[in-house]
């Protein structure tokens, strides 16, 4: 619950992003490539906000695309060629992947045959790499997990061979997920000794995403020693690392408003104008427990007969019910400092990455509106949302 005035004059629900944590985040990944000499580029798979490009624009970043509509997004707002990556070409779509990218990793060594030719026609004007696949991670969870046994991302050491095929330059790897700089020294031992005998011959190496360097608990210094290290053993590698998360970490949030209190079992539920379903899905994905500002974070506990919690009894807490018809569209405990009541406004804390990205319009539940905050204190709307938007969506 807020009483914030600058708050209260977004419209509910919003995606709000501040400016000064953007810049913060921008600023320290900046930091981080200029002092280990390696190219830190954007995933648009994490975020894609595109009127907020102009802000790191001037921190000279560009950006990866894994569709042709990323590859022609960056070009457009981003003002660069990207670095595309798909996990599969097709005749269709390679000739605009060509177009808008300056680096094409393939996923196979079927779709760089299959492809490559178009590339060497052309002037090989796009700088061809092989996603490979180490068959080592520190993900735990299997949905994020690139190498997960039987995984069809990447080349392995196995169907690679020792013959690396004319027209590859680059090797990509993505093995991590919101990891740490250790999580990623782990890997580069498991990536050089199945494929460093091949690091000679290429022009750059590209270390995916999932270096959340931006969180409070990383270790930069020691990110950026690894990285001077690897590229002293290698200093004909170009190092390109394409974080998302560590972009938008923090930088701002979902608010949303209380439409409705209900209780069953002893369980107190607030419904709000907001879906976890539709508009934080990894809540229910992954699942995570986002935090909730001014709000405690409890476990559930035991229950008694009638389903309801006996520690919670006569104490202010609630499960936040979405607005969807899906039955578990809802995540809890939470404690609050006061009974909530509708028309109560609730912000969800680091809601930028992966959900504009991920919205959708299951069940006709509209977007979010989507605003910043800039420096100066001053709200900006951005975007919202009609039914025109759902209409058009859906036909």
Known sequence: MTDNPIINKIPSPCYVVEESFLRRNLALIKSVSERADVEIILAFKAFALWKAFPLFREYGFVSTASSVNEAQLAREEMGSLAHAFSPAYTEENFPVFMKYSSHITFNSLSQFNRFYP???????????????????????????NPCAPGSRMGVTAHNLGDTLP??????????????????????????????????KRLKWLNMGGGHLMTRKDYDTEHL????????????????????????????????????????????????????????????????YKPLIRGAKDIE?????????????????????????CLSGDFVGDWLFEKPLKPGDRIIFEDMIHYTTVKTTMFNGVPHPSIAIIHEDGKPEIYRTFTYEDYKNRMC
Not at 120 to 144: F, H, K, Q
Request: hydrophobic share 35%.
């Open 118 to 144: 178009q590339v060497a026609a052309a002037g090989n004007t796009v700088s061809c790499g092989l996603r490979i696949n180490p068959e080592y991670s520190v993900v735990a969870t299997d949905l994020y």
């Open 166 to 199: 004319e027209g590859i330059e680059g090797f990509h790897f993505h093995t991590l997920c919101e990891s740490s700089s250790f999580d990623l020294e782990k890997t580069l031992e498991a990536v050089e000794a199945r494929f460093g005998h091949f690091f």
């Open 224 to 287: 950026i020693s690894l990285l001077n290290s690897f590229r002293s053993r290698y200093p004909n590698l170009h190092v390109i690392l394409e974080p998302g998360s560590a972009f938008a970490w923090q930088t701002g949030y979902l608010l949303t408003t209380v439409i409705d209190i209900v209780e069953n079992g002893g369980i107190k539920t607030a419904i709000i104008d907001a879906s976890f379903s539709c508009h934080m899905p990894d809540c229910l994905e992954m699942p």
């Open 300 to 324: 559930a506990g035991l229950t008694d007969s009638s389903g309801g919690n006996p520690s919670h009894a006569g104490k202010n807490v609630y499960r936040i019910g979405g607005c969807s």
